[in-house]
């Protein structure tokens, strides 16, 4: 089992910066992929950004250049830094892990509000 908890979301103006953290517990080892989702109002769950087993990083087209996925294995961490966000931007943000068995984690998500 793999334990996810998000923090850091809130209500930040267009054009600013929020950075979304999410601590893992558990089996840490078996952990293959981890990816920030983001799911709008009456919109499908969509990956934003994720990192795989081989450290290559993946981002939707619509946030290249203004996020940055990145991971603290010393403190079981994974961040999703957001600069320039935008009204679009505003969803609720979950962290997932991919183990080795094939099994997805989720959190329990952070909203992100961008308004003026």
């Known amino acids: 089992q793999v334990h996810l908890v998000e923090s850091g979301g809130g209500l930040v103006q267009p054009g600013g910066s929020l950075t979304l953290s999410c601590a893992a517990s558990g089996s840490i080892a078996s952990i293959k992929n981890v990816a920030w989702y983001r799911q709008a109002p009456g919109k499908q769950r969509d990956m934003v950004a994720a990192?795989?087993?081989?450290?290559?990083?993946i981002y939707t087209d619509s946030v290249k250049g203004r996020f940055t996925i990145s991971r603290d294995n010393a403190k079981n961490t994974l961040y999703l830094q957001m600069n320039s966000l935008k009204p679009e931007d505003t969803a609720v943000y979950y962290c997932n892990a991919l183990n080795l068995a094939g099994l997805f984690y989720w959190g329990q998500g952070t909203q992100v509000t961008v308004s003026s």
């Open positions: 990192i795989t087993s081989s450290g290559s990083i």
